[in-house]
């Protein structure tokens, strides 16, 4: 890493020409992947990962450049190249001052253990034959199975024109499921994620990962005798843990200051006005311990921090990054990420979570005569309209869960559907997480809620 | 060219142990700014090198840095040792040597220099006619862009092989108030020039993309004659490519396995995988392993006749590598460095009517002229899918009014046997970041299960 000296260097040349902040991100990561296809360990890579990013601003302008060539001399050079960037966007030049810098190391609130490169590779190439076997003595209709195991340290630091010059140290371990199963006639891909943002402790309850294998080619075969949801309008149960999903899809990314300031949301210009039903309480918070979500700081050295945006129905905020909160005239509010140096920070998800309510999760279900039950969701997309594809679900009848469905994706204005919550249970449930792809690349996110209802969605299926 | 010299010199002298070394080197510069309101409002510029590193002893392992100052000869003993863990049987077959001569498409000698001024020009002129597609435009965000890509595959069995591609790209992000109503669209073109960027086809879709979204309603769900929009075709081959993969096949993954050789499709559906096309600015010479990109028929008027495949894929059926060989997966790490199956440019070809022909000739039905959520809704194992979409009604070859919140659903190779004309207008697009390309024409079906409200 570069002294101080000359980080205020690099940070006094990208903002020569002009500009009134600029920030300098470094980012070293060591991930390491193995692949076990067909129960065997077909494929081990090491990835070394070290680049820098300088970002100026000048009001609600931006540049952003980026180079994995990291001497002093070259940085420089980048930093000028940031600089004519600036000057050709037409931005005034300002007086430069010394930049006093003020180191911060705020605790992570992921503690880990266990660095995954202290561990050997036997000991990993142990936890996938685990659960291979283990997934593989769930179901005689695995056809194909591929398992691999994924660990990463990512090293952050971030100095900026005000002073700030601060980091973050993350460790994340995971395993993936890509299997086919499949009986005479018909088959089904399926995938499933094992993640932690631990260290190698995350595979020290053994039953956490044989459990979760076993669960997910079982689900995947029941599937194969799943059948097509009629289609109609019916109430729709999301239970608790991922379908969390729901809101982060339906509403979540058009709280990001980026699709607001865009007018591309229909949640703009809404703050203080009713959005959703008034049991809905949404947040997303970046300090909770042992999520995926979870960082000490954000990918411009801001604390992460808890982030209330609906309160009983209300639209309470937004999720800002810095140049989004230019943008918007609000703070940041410790949301701008990025998957790292090669891509410029914006205002994204972290922990997303609609809060306990105080419904009855029996009840949800007795109460329908013919409905849907939601149980996993397997991803979907956001924007003004959202689509969730259920990759679990299951036909209500008289009030009781009856047969699997297949095939279905939920679809519909996130605006609308959230005005239709008609129940919200007590008991909220946290999940693994996953990666949400999107403008500033894979970012670490979860979504989780207590089990929740629509009173009313369009789902089909066949006439 | 990439300079590899130091590495040229770690594969001609490999440590002990090691027997066979290949380093695939990429490199990417690119440049962008955003532009509104007249004004450039963001600026991009990278410059970045990756090396993807493979070498064997009895057995193969992998190895990926960016961190240029590290070692040559560490990083080959890094793949190395990765290589002793390793279970499965033999090792990786490397490429030998090929001649420049084989590759078809080129045309790129040196990395081109971002202009900025000709870009602003560019994104101002672009900002302007896309107002004008329609009167209900309340902005418009321009993105002019160019993107090198210099690539060179080295190997201690005398293999070097490089190429550079210089390709410009246009997009824009637009917002429309209607009645009080906002609605979005966005669409991007590329070409291998800052002047041959094609501003009037993105004005034509966004203008067409906007009143598509107007006072849409519901329909009833039902099978109805449809014609698929060239970009809702596009959408579902960012998925479908996979059943093509010569991997998926042998392994059992994709819903063709055991097909080859048997009609999937009607007379209408020819798919072809190209190193280059002229309706885009990408073109591939080689794959991440050093093969030729060549011309590959996939589906011949309905016939499954080849696949795509990669060194270790064509040795498991028999055959030749493709020139297929990328690391791009839908599903990967935040570095995908396995060398998997990824087309070049994969596309359905063309027919020869225009779209209102192709409307004309369904009569009644539904214009499907919107669809996202690409990576959710296609099972490649079953082929079933269910795909969110917009459409207008079409009523005697005429549009009659948009419908929304619809999905089509059913299974591909069904959706395949139903294709009964395609259009004159094919559309292909880059995916992934700008690792290969997809296209289709509108795709006109005889029956397609729609549901609705």
């Given at each position: 890493m570069l002294s101080s000296d000359k980080t205020e260097s690099i940070l006094k040349t990208a903002l020569s020409s002009g500009g009134d902040f600029a920030?300098?991100?470094?980012?070293?990561?060591?991930?390491?992947?193995?692949k076990c296809s067909e129960k065997v360990i077909s494929g081990i890579t090491t990835t070394r990962i070290s680049g820098t990013g300088i970002y100026v601003l000048s009001g609600t302008k931006s540049v952003y450049v980026?180079?994995?060539?990291?001497?002093?001399?070259?940085?420089?050079?980048?930093?000028?190249?940031?600089?004519?960037l600036i000057k050709i966007i037409g931005c005034h030049k300002l007086?430069?001052?010394?930049?006093?810098?003020?180191?911060?190391?705020?605790?992570?609130?992921?503690?880990?253990?266990?660095?995954?490169?202290?561990?050997?590779?036997?000991?990993?190439?142990?936890?996938?034959?685990?659960?291979?076997?283990?997934?593989?003595?769930?179901?005689?209709?695995?056809?194909?199975?591929?398992?691999?195991?994924f660990d990463s340290e990512q090293n952050i630091v971030i100095a900026n024109s005000e002073g700030l010059y601060s980091g973050d140290y993350r460790v994340i371990s995971r395993l993936r499921l890509q299997a086919t199963v499949g009986n005479d006639s018909y088959s089904q891909y399926g995938w499933g994620e094992f993640t932690r943002p631990q260290g190698f402790e995350a595979f020290r309850i053994k039953s956490d990962y044989i459990n979760f294998s076993k669960t997910f080619i079982k689900?995947?075969?029941?599937?194969?005798?799943?059948?097509?949801?009629?289609?109609?309008?019916?109430?729709?149960?999301?239970?608790?843990?991922?379908?969390?999903?729901?809101?982060?899809?339906?509403?979540?990314?058009?709280?990001?200051?980026?699709?607001?300031?865009?007018?591309?949301?229909n949640f703009a210009g809404m703050i203080g006005q009713k959005v959703a039903s008034e049991k809905v309480t949404l947040i997303d918070d970046g300090t909770i311990s042992s999520l995926y979500g979870s960082a000490a700081i954000d990918d411009e050295g801001h604390r992460t921090q808890k982030n209330i945006l609906i309160e009983n129905g209300i639209l309470k905020g937004y999720l800002c990054d810095r140049l989004g909160g230019r943008k918007l005239n609000m703070p940041s509010t410790g949301s701008g990420r990025r998957q790292g140096y090669t891509y410029a920070p914006t205002a994204r998800m972290s922990n997303t979570y609609l809060a306990a309510g105080t419904d009855d999760n029996e009840e949800m279900i007795r109460s329908i005569d013919k409905g849907l039950y939601v149980k996993r969701i397997g991803g979907g997309t956001g924007g003004r309209e959202f689509s969730l594809a259920v990759s679990e679900g299951y036909w209500i009848k008289n009030g009781q869960i009856d047969h699997r469905v297949k095939g279905l994706v939920l679809n519909g204005r996130g605006i609308d559907v959230i005005k239709r919550v008609d129940r919200v249970g007590k008991n909220l449930q946290k999940e693994g997480g996953s990666f949400c792809g999107a403008a500033s690349g894979l970012c670490t996110v979860t979504s989780f809620q207590p089990r929740m209802r629509i009173s009313c969605m369009a789902v089909g299926g066949e006439e | 060219m990439i300079d590899l010299k130091k590495y040229k010199y770690a594969i001609k002298n490999l440590p002990e142990g090691i027997v066979e070394a290949e380093i695939d080197a990429e490199l990417q510069i690119s440049t962008l700014i955003r532009f509104k309101n007249d004004q450039i409002l963001e600026a991009l510029a990278s410059n970045v090198i990756e090396l993807f590193v493979r070498v064997s002893g009895e057995k193969t392992g992998y190895a990926y840095t960016q961190d240029l100052t590290e070692d040559a000869r560490t990083i080959l003993l890094r793949a190395y040792n990765n290589s002793l863990e390793i279970e499965r049987e033999g090792r990786d077959i490397l490429n030998i040597p090929v001649y420049e001569t084989?590759?078809?498409?080129?045309?790129?000698?040196?990395?081109?220099?971002?202009?900025?001024?000709?870009?602003?020009?560019?994104?101002?002129?672009?900002?302007?006619?896309?107002?004008?597609?329609?009167?209900?435009?309340?902005?418009?965000?321009?993105?002019?862009?160019?993107?090198?890509?210099?690539?060179?595959?080295?190997?201690?069995?005398?293999?070097d092989v490089s190429s550079i591609r210089n390709v410009y790209y246009a997009s824009v992000d637009v917002m429309a108030e209607y009645e009080g109503t906002q609605h979005n669209t966005s669409y991007s073109t590329t070409a291998t020039a800052l002047d041959e960027l094609n501003f009037n086809v993105l004005k034509e879709k966004v203008e067409l993309n906007l009143v598509h979204q107007l006072n849409a309603t519901g329909i009833v769900t039902g099978k109805y004659p449809a014609l698929l929009d060239s970009s809702v075709g596009v959408n579902i081959m960012m998925t479908a490519w996979q059943l093509f993969s010569g991997m998926k096949y042998c392994d059992g993954s994709s819903v063709l396995s055991g097909k080859l050789g048997n009609i999937i499709g009607s007379s209408s559906f020819t798919l072809l995988d190209t190193p280059a096309h002229e309706h885009t600015g990408y073109h591939f010479e080689f794959d991440c392993e050093g093969t030729p990109s060549k011309k590959n028929i996939l589906v011949?008027?309905?016939?499954?006749?080849?696949?795509?495949?990669?060194?270790?894929?064509?040795?498991?059926?028999?055959?030749?590598?493709?020139?297929?060989?990328?690391?791009?997966?839908?599903?990967?790490g935040t570095i995908p460095t396995d060398i998997i199956i990824t087309p070049n440019i994969c596309y359905i070809q063309k027919g020869r009517k225009n779209v209102s022909e192709l409307l004309n000739e369904m009569g009644d039905g539904i214009y499907i002229t919107e669809s996202y959520d690409v990576f959710h809704s296609i099972n490649i194992g079953s082929g079933e899918f269910t795909i969110p979409c917009r459409g207008v009604i079409i009523k005697e070859g005429k549009k009659h009014h948009p419908v929304t919140e619809i999905t089509i659903c059913g299974n591909l190779l069904d959706l395949f046997k139903n294709i009964s004309d395609a259009g004159n207008d094919l559309v292909i697009e880059n995916f992934l970041r700008k690792s290969y390309c997809v296209g289709s024409p509108s795709l006109l079906i005889k029956k397609l299960q729609i549901n609705g409200k």
């Amino acid at each position: 890493m570069l002294s101080s000296d000359k980080t205020e260097s690099i940070l006094k040349t990208a903002l020569s020409s002009g500009g009134d902040f600029a920030e300098v991100f470094f980012e070293s990561k060591d991930e390491l992947n193995i692949k076990c296809s067909e129960k065997v360990i077909s494929g081990i890579t090491t990835t070394r990962i070290s680049g820098t990013g300088i970002y100026v601003l000048s009001g609600t302008k931006s540049v952003y450049v980026y180079t994995n060539t990291l001497s002093f001399m070259k940085l420089i050079k980048l930093a000028k190249q940031a600089a004519e960037l600036i000057k050709i966007i037409g931005c005034h030049k300002l007086d430069l001052k010394n930049i006093v810098f003020f180191m911060q190391k705020p605790t992570n609130p992921n503690k880990f253990e266990i660095y995954p490169s202290s561990v050997s590779y036997q000991d990993k190439i142990n936890v996938i034959h685990e659960t291979d076997a283990a997934a593989r003595g769930a179901s005689p209709s695995v056809r194909q199975l591929n398992v691999d195991y994924f660990d990463s340290e990512q090293n952050i630091v971030i100095a900026n024109s005000e002073g700030l010059y601060s980091g973050d140290y993350r460790v994340i371990s995971r395993l993936r499921l890509q299997a086919t199963v499949g009986n005479d006639s018909y088959s089904q891909y399926g995938w499933g994620e094992f993640t932690r943002p631990q260290g190698f402790e995350a595979f020290r309850i053994k039953s956490d990962y044989i459990n979760f294998s076993k669960t997910f080619i079982k689900n995947l075969s029941m599937s194969l005798n799943a059948v097509t949801a009629p289609s109609c309008s019916v109430p729709v149960v999301f239970e608790s843990g991922s379908c969390g999903a729901f809101w982060h899809e339906t509403c979540g990314h058009q709280l990001e200051a980026s699709s607001i300031s865009r007018n591309s949301s229909n949640f703009a210009g809404m703050i203080g006005q009713k959005v959703a039903s008034e049991k809905v309480t949404l947040i997303d918070d970046g300090t909770i311990s042992s999520l995926y979500g979870s960082a000490a700081i954000d990918d411009e050295g801001h604390r992460t921090q808890k982030n209330i945006l609906i309160e009983n129905g209300i639209l309470k905020g937004y999720l800002c990054d810095r140049l989004g909160g230019r943008k918007l005239n609000m703070p940041s509010t410790g949301s701008g990420r990025r998957q790292g140096y090669t891509y410029a920070p914006t205002a994204r998800m972290s922990n997303t979570y609609l809060a306990a309510g105080t419904d009855d999760n029996e009840e949800m279900i007795r109460s329908i005569d013919k409905g849907l039950y939601v149980k996993r969701i397997g991803g979907g997309t956001g924007g003004r309209e959202f689509s969730l594809a259920v990759s679990e679900g299951y036909w209500i009848k008289n009030g009781q869960i009856d047969h699997r469905v297949k095939g279905l994706v939920l679809n519909g204005r996130g605006i609308d559907v959230i005005k239709r919550v008609d129940r919200v249970g007590k008991n909220l449930q946290k999940e693994g997480g996953s990666f949400c792809g999107a403008a500033s690349g894979l970012c670490t996110v979860t979504s989780f809620q207590p089990r929740m209802r629509i009173s009313c969605m369009a789902v089909g299926g066949e006439e | 060219m990439i300079d590899l010299k130091k590495y040229k010199y770690a594969i001609k002298n490999l440590p002990e142990g090691i027997v066979e070394a290949e380093i695939d080197a990429e490199l990417q510069i690119s440049t962008l700014i955003r532009f509104k309101n007249d004004q450039i409002l963001e600026a991009l510029a990278s410059n970045v090198i990756e090396l993807f590193v493979r070498v064997s002893g009895e057995k193969t392992g992998y190895a990926y840095t960016q961190d240029l100052t590290e070692d040559a000869r560490t990083i080959l003993l890094r793949a190395y040792n990765n290589s002793l863990e390793i279970e499965r049987e033999g090792r990786d077959i490397l490429n030998i040597p090929v001649y420049e001569t084989d590759f078809c498409c080129n045309t790129n000698t040196h990395a081109a220099v971002a202009d900025i001024s000709k870009m602003k020009t560019a994104a101002q002129s672009l900002e302007k006619t896309i107002f004008n597609a329609n009167k209900h435009i309340t902005s418009v965000l321009a993105e002019i862009g160019i993107n090198t890509f210099s690539s060179r595959v080295i190997n201690s069995l005398d293999l070097d092989v490089s190429s550079i591609r210089n390709v410009y790209y246009a997009s824009v992000d637009v917002m429309a108030e209607y009645e009080g109503t906002q609605h979005n669209t966005s669409y991007s073109t590329t070409a291998t020039a800052l002047d041959e960027l094609n501003f009037n086809v993105l004005k034509e879709k966004v203008e067409l993309n906007l009143v598509h979204q107007l006072n849409a309603t519901g329909i009833v769900t039902g099978k109805y004659p449809a014609l698929l929009d060239s970009s809702v075709g596009v959408n579902i081959m960012m998925t479908a490519w996979q059943l093509f993969s010569g991997m998926k096949y042998c392994d059992g993954s994709s819903v063709l396995s055991g097909k080859l050789g048997n009609i999937i499709g009607s007379s209408s559906f020819t798919l072809l995988d190209t190193p280059a096309h002229e309706h885009t600015g990408y073109h591939f010479e080689f794959d991440c392993e050093g093969t030729p990109s060549k011309k590959n028929i996939l589906v011949n008027s309905g016939k499954l006749v080849g696949l795509m495949h990669n060194i270790a894929s064509a040795s498991k059926q028999n055959t030749k590598s493709t020139g297929n060989a990328g690391r791009y997966a839908l599903l990967s790490g935040t570095i995908p460095t396995d060398i998997i199956i990824t087309p070049n440019i994969c596309y359905i070809q063309k027919g020869r009517k225009n779209v209102s022909e192709l409307l004309n000739e369904m009569g009644d039905g539904i214009y499907i002229t919107e669809s996202y959520d690409v990576f959710h809704s296609i099972n490649i194992g079953s082929g079933e899918f269910t795909i969110p979409c917009r459409g207008v009604i079409i009523k005697e070859g005429k549009k009659h009014h948009p419908v929304t919140e619809i999905t089509i659903c059913g299974n591909l190779l069904d959706l395949f046997k139903n294709i009964s004309d395609a259009g004159n207008d094919l559309v292909i697009e880059n995916f992934l970041r700008k690792s290969y390309c997809v296209g289709s024409p509108s795709l006109l079906i005889k029956k397609l299960q729609i549901n609705g409200k």
